[in-house]
């Protein structure tokens, strides 16, 4: 017999190995804990540990995590990639980002980071598609893929929201996007929904010549979103929507498996991630939802706006950069920037984050003074005046749709 105690979870002089997974946190230690102290608890209580020292006989494996470096508040640990299930999302969040979360030694703690191991990223399927959604479903890579989500958003008749989907297409908008509360009420029921409008979806494509497609949320129980995404392909949409960190990553990881027998992209919307990631010092960053987003396969991710817009946002270029970097040969996600766009914005945002975007806007289009169809066609000529190298007033001075959104919107942020 032996014994572990939380010292054990501590090794400065420790190299990690190519399969250990490494995360950064930020931790605050507690009143009259030092930084060494509260370091070791979050190795040990991610990993193997707890408070009381163990006994183990020659029989226990030892999964057991090290803390390596500290560097003011910022820890980095090593756990082996023994310690993770494969393919199994909930129980690595279970790990590095459970108990540790509301341990009394700290008085807060972050994750901000991880450095995926191949050991750990082979058990995860990554997107299907991921950007190659702009090439593959929409023919079209030489610009952001343009998206609206009908306002009010919820409350609108079946029949209103798929004529709003309607003009929107045909002022040359892409997706239609159901909004994240938006599933299955009476008000507007799911199948009703899908079917209205992809009727009037073909209309759109028939008329433009270009093909459109549909963000249907599917979020529900897990099986309720299987059937949900079933009838979405079998009626001929390309797409489902899914509000993944309200559904939960297990749900996220069953649909993804039911996507690729039914070839269907996924777009994620991230309502709630604000719960774990506002807060500063305190919870999960944004980077690391994006990353366990990657390696559980959706293809479209919400990661806001770089700073314009109505809502917070943390570092959306590093992690777009991020989900486009090498991962072992997963594919890349395809940002999503949205809340509180409107046309003006979009040449500070794609100088931002390039081009190879999904660009969204709810308000911006619908609350457009000549309705719907002028707003989408004032995104569209404001993603054209970019990608022609025309500055924007300039190009809104024969676009007249464009020209009406500047003047009721300026370049400004709205909050
Ligand atoms: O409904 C909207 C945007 O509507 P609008 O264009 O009217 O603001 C989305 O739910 C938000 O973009 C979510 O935020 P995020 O993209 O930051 O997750
Ligand atoms: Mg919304």
Not at 206 to 231: F, P, Q
Request: aromatic letters at 6%; one cysteine or more.
């Amino acid at each position: 017999m032996s014994g572990i105690t939380y010292e054990d979870f501590l090794d400065l002089s420790y190299t990690p190995t190519e399969t250990d997974l490494v995360c950064t946190f930020r931790i605050a230690p507690a009143e009259g804990m030092s930084m060494e102290a509260a370091a070791s608890r979050v190795a040990s209580e991610s990993s193997n540990g707890t408070w009381a020292a163990l006994h183990i006989d020659d029989t226990f494996t030892d999964m057991g995590a090290t803390t390596f470096s500290i560097d003011g508040d910022t820890i980095r640990v090593a756990y082996p990639a023994g310690l993770f299930e494969a393919g199994n999302m909930p129980q690595v969040l279970s790990c590095i980002a459970g108990n540790i979360m509301g341990m009394k030694a700290v008085d807060t703690i972050r994750l901000e980071d991880c450095e995926w191991p191949e050991a750990i990223v082979e058990g995860y399927p990554g997107p299907q598609f991921g950007s190659g959604v702009r090439q593959e479903i929409f023919g079209v890579d030489d610009r952001p893929i343009l998206a609206t989500v009908p306002k009010p958003k919820v409350g609108l008749s079946t029949e209103r929201h798929a004529e709003i989907g309607y003009e929107a297409w045909v002022g040359g908008l892409d997706l239609l996007k159901d909004d994240e509360n938006l599933t299955d009420q009476s008000f507007n029921p799911y199948s009703d929904r899908l079917t209205e409008s992809l009727a009037m979806r073909d209309e759109a494509q028939d008329e433009t010549g270009e093909k459109k497609s549909y963000l249907i949320n599917i979020t529900a129980e897990t099986n309720e979103m299987l059937e949900r995404a079933d009838e979405a392909a079998s009626q001929g949409n390309e797409y489902v929507m899914v509000d993944v960190v309200t559904a939960g990553w297990g749900a996220v990881q069953t649909v993804r498996e039911r996507c690729e027998d039914l070839g269907l992209a996924i777009h994620a919307h991230r309502a709630m991630h604000a719960a774990f990631d506002r807060v500063p010092d305190h919870g999960v960053s944004m980077r690391f939802i994006a990353q366990i987003s990657r390696l559980c396969g959706v293809d479209q991710l919400h990661t806001g706006t770089v700073g314009l817009g109505k809502l917070a946002n943390e570092d959306t270029v590093g992690i777009n950069e991020w989900m486009r970097s090498d991962l072992y040969g997963l594919k890349d996600v395809l940002p999503t920037a949205s809340g509180g766009l409107h046309p003006g914005l979009v040449p500070q945002l794609m100088d931002a984050a390039g081009g190879n975007l999904c660009i969204q806007a709810g308000g911006g289009i619908h609350g457009h003074p000549d309705g719907t169809r002028a707003g989408a066609m004032a995104l569209r000529q404001s993603v054209d005046s970019v990608t022609e190298g025309v500055p924007i007033e300039e190009y809104a001075a024969d676009h007249p749709e464009l020209a009406t959104a500047l003047e009721k919107w300026g370049t400004e942020t709205p909050r």
